[in-house]
Each structure stands twice: as C-alpha cells, then as structure tokens.
C-alpha cells in the first residue's frame, strides 16, 4: 500500500477547523471512512494531545474491511517522529481483530478509538452516533482499495452521522463525490488537494429515531452498589467529568460476590460465533485496557492464557480460525494439555487473551480514580425524585445522598430499586487454599465444567489455589454447605484429575457469593421504567462479571453523552434493559 501523503493529515485537521474548533468542548466526535494506515488518527491523537484547549474525550471511529498489520501501522509512522510513540502504544492494542467493533483506549480511556472492520456500509449501519468532523479518506491504492467508498450509497449512509454544522474533508474531488455530497446536505469549498465542506441542508433533516441524548455539562450521579458493575460505572462516569457517590450497605467495598478471592477472565466460543461469544470478546478487551493501566501484573493479574477442557469434546471454531489469528482462541495443542497435566488427547481449546484477576484490586483501583467518593455503611432504603434530582435516604429516614442520576449495580439486590427486572439470585461456593509445601498444580488456569487458578500471589503468604464453583438458582444463603464442598471436589476430579489428588489432603477453605442473573442471562445496562428520568440500572452481570463491567460500564456512559458505542447496535440492544419492553 502507497503510503498516505504527509501534508494530507494536517490538511484534514484544519479542513475541519480542527483543533480550534475543539476548544474548550467536552468531547469530540470524528468519524473517518477508511483507517488505512492509521496516520489520520495518529495525527489527530497528537493534535489533541498537543492541545491545552482539548475537549475531556476524544472519539475517533473509523472502518476497515481488512486491517493492515501492526509492521506497517510502525512503518508508516516512523516518517513522523511525534507519530512513532503514539503508534508504538496503538499497536501494543493491535491484536484480535476479527470482524466487528474493537474498542481501543488511550491516555487513560480519554482518547478512544473504535475500530470497525467489515464492510463499509454494514459497518455504518451498526453505529449511531452525531459526528463532530467527518474525514473521508481511501486507504490508497493497492489490494486495500475499494471503490464503493466513494459510492453515493455510502456518502449518504455517511450523511446521516452529520449534525447541522459538522464539518467535513473529503480525500477525493470527483465531480461525482461533489454532487453526491451537495445531494446530501453538504455546502462544498475547494481546499486544493482535497474537498472540504459543512452540513447544511435546505431542507429539515428527518432521522428514523430521535438525536442520541447528549449530556453535555455533567452533574453528580449515586451509584449503588460497590462490586465490579457499580465501580466500573463510576470510573466511566468520573473519566467523562461526573461526581460520583457510590453506596453500598458494607463498610468495604467488593464485599458481595465481586469479593471471589480470584476469579478468571476467558472468552465464551462457540462454532458459529455466537451473540454471547462476541459479547465476551469485547468485554475481555475493555477489561484488559484496564487491567493493564491500573493494576500490576503478576500481583493483580496475569496475562496466563487459559485451557477449556471441552467434556463434551467439541473443539469446533468459527470457520477460518487458525493459532495464527487474528482470532485468540484456538484447539489446543498436545504440548499445551501435556504442560497443564492434562492427557494429551484430551479435548481443548487454548484461549491465548484471558487471564486470572483479582477483582477487588480492579475495584479498589477503580473507586481511587479523581472524582469519586465512597461511602461504605450507607445501605439505601428508599428513593426519591424531585426538582429534577434524586434523593437518596437510608433505613431510618435519614437523607444519604442527592444526585441529578442514580445507577443502580447492586446485584441480586438491584431488585429492590429495579422490581421490573427479570433477575434471579445464583448461589455459587467455592474452594480454597494457600500452596504449601509439596502441592504440584498447573501453572496455567483451566476451565470447562468449573475452573482451577492456581499460583496466585497473597502477599508475604504462600500463593493461593481456587477451584469451583456451584450454581444454586434462587439461594441467597451465605453459609458454606458440606454438599458443595463434596460437589466442587467431584468437579475438580473431572477438570484435572491430577490436582485433585494433590489437594486430597490439603487444608481447604471455602467462599460463598450471591450472583445476579437476568432471566436470558445477558447483562441489563440502561434507564429503568418509570415517569421518574435519570434512573438507570448496569447490573445481571452473572458469573461474568470481569468480562462485562468494564463494557457494560462504557455503554452507559456512551448512551448518556451521545457517543459512538463499543459495540454494533445490535449487540448493544442484546444487553440494553430496552430489550424487556414490549414490541422491542
């Protein structure tokens, strides 16, 4: 592929008035045809990076059908010395890209990038939002180039990302592009090289659904709840300028079933790539965006793979998945099942982007980001909404908090403020212990029908084993039971036959959690019912919780400030509390 002229990025920052356009707003909103090379976007991340006057966020969305290889994302930066920093951090995220949305996150999540590789049109029909500045560009020729870029079909799918005054650059000045362009709504200005314009219609612009809400001024918003979905929310939250207040009725937070000693991070995979499959992959790289900017690996995590067990023996992948990606997830190999003690024909698959967690180190990490508080021992008893805001009082009357939002992320407790949702407690126990001396466990985490982590760190203790776990619907009993502990020992026999005799004798020690579950086991990210505006709910986040709440955290946020969303709109309804409405 030609590489991009130099001159033509800055060409398109000032096209579109860019950065002094961007001054002083809370966020900015590009969307661009075609990523190409990725230099448009590098020099706008510099830009921005480069400007005291920058907007809070900065939203990049572009599309790409078959995505270069991170050699010559570096390559093509390294003419640029201010660039080849920037693409040194892009492609340590240039992984995994299957078709879809991937979200990438920059500068501590202020600086997203939403990569959407597939086709052009399919992919602007997934993905709603109001752009700020329109950049089309061509990846240039060679095998990369498509001509339907330029098509008046997809000019006016672009069209209707625009608002009245969204600027616009264009990397082609054929008459065609102009007339279509002119067709759409576009006033038109030569700018040498290129074509630059601003949406204007003569006409009033009528979209099949209402302008995307957009907050532009945030308030104070309460939070309920001090697990991973109430944390995750509140870091979105405070990223986008919000003071948030998160209560919970313990002293401490991570104290429900978010408080699982060790929990593991993997990929559900099924043959035909499944709405739950591709739902887990982008929440695994939210999660992992985090992981990997707050907490310290090899304490708070690792980056370990994890081996599926398959009993039923069914190692099927979507078609076209190979261990040279840029699927994750692949059969496992007879070294990987003999290195993890398993019988080397043993059925498997190798996830190569999961990893084990601690997940109230990602909570305590998260509560510590600026503009949120928190409130342990304040169990909220009762809402109230008026002049426009919340009130929030405890069991005895007393006022705990006022907030203009409330999120509910309380789990199975969600109920008492969300009694319209379709939740259901799930009881889970499971076993564990510190490593002594003369206990031989795999290194790598094995799941399938339950998990084994082992050679987790404690501190100045000996590292920890966990292996489980139960599912006891509609049991919120805290207390351990000896028939658990007899179920999670019969399970590990099965998953790794070996580490069961090495733990036969072991002291073992045992956790209980109440997880909350929707009745179709997806996530419930959105506003809740009811004459009363500002009551939303992220919570049914069930047994994964690691892989959702950093995702389902960042819908919400996106859905309140009018931004592009991490997912294909179909994937967002799949988790959204609209779905429950009736005709939705």
């Known amino acids: 592929m030609a590489a991009e002229p130099a001159q033509s990025r800055p060409e398109f920052l000032s096209g579109c008035g860019l950065p002094q356009a961007w001054a002083g707003q809370p966020q900015w909103l590009i969307l661009e045809t075609s990523f190409g090379l990725g230099l448009h976007f590098l020099t706008t991340w510099h830009a921005w990076r480069s400007d005291p006057e920058r907007p809070r966020m900065l939203h990049f969305v572009s599309i790409d059908a078959r995505p270069v290889s991170a050699a010559a994302l570096l390559r093509a930066a390294q003419a640029q010395p201010e660039l080849?920093?920037?693409?040194?951090?892009?492609?340590?995220?240039?992984?995994?890209?299957?078709?879809?949305?991937?979200?990438?996150?920059?500068?501590?999540?202020?600086?997203?990038?939403?990569l959407c590789v597939g086709d052009t049109q399919?992919?602007?029909r997934a993905q709603r939002f109001e752009a700020d500045s329109i950049f089309l560009t061509d990846p240039g020729p060679g095998p990369q180039d498509d001509p339907a870029l330029w098509s008046p079909e997809t000019l006016k799918a672009v069209s209707r990302f625009a608002?009245?005054?969204?600027?616009?650059?264009?990397?082609?000045?054929?008459?065609?592009?102009?007339?279509?362009?002119?067709?759409?709504?576009?006033?038109?200005?030569?700018?040498?090289?290129?074509?630059?314009?601003?949406?204007?219609?003569?006409w009033t612009v009528r979209r099949r659904e209402p302008a995307p809400e957009r907050i532009d001024t945030p308030g104070r918003c309460a939070v309920l709840g001090a697990g991973l979905a109430g944390a995750a929310v509140a870091a979105s939250l405070a990223r986008?300028?919000?003071?948030?207040?998160?209560?919970?009725?313990?002293?401490?937070?991570?104290?429900?079933?978010?408080?699982?000693?060790?929990?593991?991070?993997?990929?559900?995979?099924?043959?035909?790539?499944?709405?739950?499959?591709r739902l887990t992959r982008a929440g695994i790289r939210a999660t992992w965006s985090e992981l990997t900017r707050l907490l310290e690996e090899g304490r708070d995590w690792r980056a370990s793979g994890v081996l599926e067990r398959r009993p039923d023996g069914d190692t099927r992948v979507p078609p076209g998945w190979t261990d040279s990606g840029p699927n994750e997830s692949w059969p496992a190999t007879a070294a990987q099942r003999g290195d993890a003690g398993l019988p080397a024909d043993a059925p498997a698959l190798w996830h190569a982007r999961a990893a084990w967690v601690r997940p109230h180190q990602l909570i305590a990490a998260w509560l510590r980001q600026p503009g949120i508080a928190f409130r342990g021992g304040c169990r909220v008893a009762r809402m109230a909404?008026?002049?426009?805001?919340?009130?929030?009082?405890g069991p005895s009357g007393e006022l705990l908090a006022e907030a203009d939002r409330v999120v509910v992320c309380a789990g199975f407790e969600s109920g008492d403020f969300a009694p319209t949702?379709?939740?259901?407690?799930?009881?889970?126990?499971?076993?564990?212990?510190?490593?002594?001396?003369?206990?031989?466990?795999?290194?790598?985490?094995?799941?399938?029908?339950?998990?084994?982590?082992?050679?987790?760190?404690?501190?100045?203790?000996?590292?920890?084993?966990?292996?489980?776990?139960?599912?006891?619907?509609?049991?919120?009993?805290?207390?351990?039971?000896?028939?658990?502990?007899?179920?999670?020992?019969?399970?590990?026999?099965?998953?790794?036959?070996?580490?069961?005799?090495?733990?036969?004798?072991?002291?073992?020690?045992?956790w209980v959690g109440i997880r909350c579950a929707s009745g179709d086991r997806r996530p419930l990210v959105g506003p809740l019912d009811g004459d009363a505006p500002g009551l939303w709910a992220c919570t049914a986040l069930g047994s994964r919780g690691l892989s959702f709440a950093a995702l389902?955290?960042?819908?919400?946020?996106a859905q309140w400030h009018g931004e592009p969303l991490a997912l294909p709109a179909a994937l967002a309804k799949a988790v959204g509390t609209q779905r429950l409405r009736p005709g939705r």
């Not at 990438?104 to 939403?114: E, I, K, P």
């Open 240 to 277: 986008r300028g919000w003071q948030v207040t998160v209560l919970d009725g313990a002293d401490q937070p991570a104290a429900g079933a978010s408080g699982l000693p060790v929990g593991m991070l993997a990929p559900h995979v099924s043959p035909d790539d499944a709405l739950l499959s």
């Open 385 to 393: 909404h008026a002049d426009g805001g919340w009130q929030l009082f």
């Open 84 to 114: 080849a920093s920037l693409a040194a951090e892009l492609i340590a995220q240039w992984h995994g890209l299957l078709p879809g949305f991937h979200r990438l996150a920059f500068d501590d999540g202020r600086v997203l990038l939403t």
């Open 421 to 510: 949702l379709p939740l259901q407690p799930v009881r889970g126990q499971v076993a564990w212990g510190r490593m002594r001396d003369g206990i031989d466990l795999p290194a790598t985490p094995i799941n399938g029908d339950g998990h084994l982590i082992a050679h987790v760190p404690h501190g100045e203790a000996p590292p920890i084993w966990l292996a489980g776990a139960t599912f006891d619907r509609d049991s919120t009993n805290l207390s351990p039971t000896a028939a658990d502990s007899d179920a999670n020992r019969d399970r590990l026999a099965r998953l790794h036959p070996g580490a069961a005799r090495a733990l036969a004798h072991a002291q073992v020690d045992t």
């Open 552 to 557: 389902c955290a960042e819908l919400l946020a």
């Open 122 to 124: 399919a992919m602007l």
């Open 163 to 202: 608002r009245q005054g969204t600027a616009m650059v264009s990397g082609s000045t054929a008459e065609p592009v102009r007339d279509a362009l002119r067709q759409f709504g576009f006033t038109l200005d030569d700018g040498g090289d290129h074509l630059r314009g601003v949406f204007a219609p003569a």
